[in-house]
């Protein structure tokens, strides 16, 4: 059964990756926006932005930069979550001997390879913009496991989003405020710099304990407990997404 579900998935990701490569603009995409940041703030605001470290502001603001990246990406998860279910996949699926749960899971880890490439590429750009970090190999599979999960977790809720939506375009509007989390965090400046009650929102919602892992793990700091509070979210957001998308699938196709 375990082999009939790994296969399915197998060959239901190689559909979708086959659409991503024919239409690679996807991720070139996803990858503009948060290219973008990092030329307005480091090259035209970074100069006014004090962030009471000595670290050069690309190094700062690549973590949260990270983050928008991906939470770009999901969308087109949705996207094309709702055009499979839209156009009659499904049904078509139903009747064939494949395992439910590979549909889902297949758009899934597709999600997760567009999101690496896009990150890569950010990572790129981020080292030729003068993003420097000592960080050992084990920080950086820190770092890529940290970056993974957050993936996975934000993917679910675009199942979620695209088994719901009604039109397309409800598809994908539900990664704006995850774009725009991000700027209420301590992604591009210090909370402490914040207002009161802006600041304690941007302390204690999530991304800034991710932003702050991954950070002392690309400046070779003790991550503190930063790290079991990030995690936690990551988890948490993870399991209740992914229960609730199953939920939601099984009426759809019942």
Same mark, same amino acid.
């Given at each position: ?8 998935? =197998? ?11 024919? #239409? ?16 307005? *703030? ?8 004090? &962030? ?8 700062? /603001?690549?973590?949260?930069? !990270? !983050?928008?990246?991906?939470?770009? $990406?999901? %969308?087109? &998860? ?6 499979? !279910? ?9 009747? /064939? ?10 758009? @899934? ?7 690496? @490439? ?12 003068? *993003? ?5 190999? $084990?920080?950086?599979? %820190?770092?890529?496991?940290? !970056? ?9 809720? %675009?199942?979620?989003? =695209? ?6 375009? $409800?598809?994908?509007? *539900? ?17 402490? #710099? /914040? ?13 800034? #304990?991710? @932003? ?15 790290? $079991?509070?990030?995690?936690?979210? /990551? ?7 992914? %229960? ?11």
């Amino acid at each position: 059964m375990t082999s009939h579900v790994l296969s399915d998935t =197998g060959t239901l990701t190689g559909r979708s990756l086959k659409h991503i490569l024919r #239409s690679p603009d996807t991720i070139i995409t996803t990858a503009v926006t948060p290219i973008a940041l990092m030329l307005l *703030f480091v090259y035209v605001l970074g100069g006014a932005i004090h &962030t009471g470290s000595d670290q050069s502001y690309i190094d700062y /603001m690549l973590p949260g930069i !990270l !983050l928008i990246t991906i939470a770009s $990406g999901i %969308a087109y &998860t949705s996207y094309r979550l709702f055009l499979d !279910l839209q156009g009659g996949i499904f049904e078509r699926f139903q009747s /064939m001997p494949i395992a439910r749960s590979s549909v889902l899971w297949a758009h @899934v880890l597709t999600s997760l390879v567009a999101n690496i @490439v896009s990150v890569a590429i950010v990572v790129g750009v981020a080292f030729a913009m003068g *993003f420097r970090t000592g960080a050992s190999v $084990g920080a950086w599979l %820190a770092v890529a496991g940290i !970056l993974i999960l957050f993936t996975l977790s934000l993917t679910w809720l %675009a199942v979620i989003a =695209g088994l719901s939506a009604k039109t397309v375009d $409800g598809a994908s509007a *539900f990664s704006y405020p995850l774009i725009f989390l991000p700027f209420i965090s301590s992604a591009f400046v210090p909370t402490s #710099s /914040m207002p009161g009650p802006v600041a304690w929102f941007a302390e204690y919602q999530p991304v800034t #304990s991710i @932003v702050n892992t991954i950070r002392a793990l690309f400046d070779g700091r003790p991550v503190g407990s930063s790290i $079991g509070i990030a995690l936690a979210w /990551m988890v948490g957001i993870l399991v209740v997404a992914y %229960a609730a998308a199953i939920v939601i699938y099984r009426k759809k196709i019942s």
